[in-house]
């Protein structure tokens, strides 16, 4: 079991920035594959960005409506993984979720709701 915890989020004018925060509980979160989801009101939840830690360092892969905006990161020795995210939109507007995934086991966390207004 991975309990998940996600913070960071708020209301923000467009083109803002938020830094969203995930701690994760568990002794192998290395080995996690980390990512984060967005739902927003009435839409299925989408995959925004995902980071795995490889031999050769971290590989990180990203939905396209938010390459070179959002960046996300982890830090294996305090468990915790993070999305920087730049030049947001209306269209941001939703809950994000951390999610943790171990040979096809994921763990959710309970959301943290961003939302990008004027």
């Known amino acids: 079991q991975v309990q998940l915890v996600e913070s960071g989020g708020g209301l923000v004018q467009p083109g803002g920035s938020l830094r969203l925060s995930c701690v994760g509980s568990?002794?192998?979160?290395?080995?996690?594959?980390m990512s984060w989801y967005r739902q927003a009101a009435g839409k299925q939840r989408e995959l925004v960005a995902r980071?795995?830690?490889?031999?050769?360092?971290?590989?990180?892969n990203y939905a396209d409506s938010v390459k070179g905006r959002f960046t996300i990161s982890r830090d294996n020795a305090k468990n915790m993984v993070y999305l920087e995210m730049h030049s947001l939109k209306p269209e941001d507007t939703a809950k994000y979720y951390c999610?943790?995934?171990?040979?096809?086991?994921?763990?959710w966390g309970q959301g943290t709701q961003v939302t990008v207004s004027s």
């Open positions: 980071i795995t830690s490889g031999v050769s360092g971290d590989i990180t």
């Open positions: 999610n943790a995934n171990f040979r096809g086991e994921g763990f």
């Open positions: 568990g002794s192998i979160f290395r080995l996690y594959a």
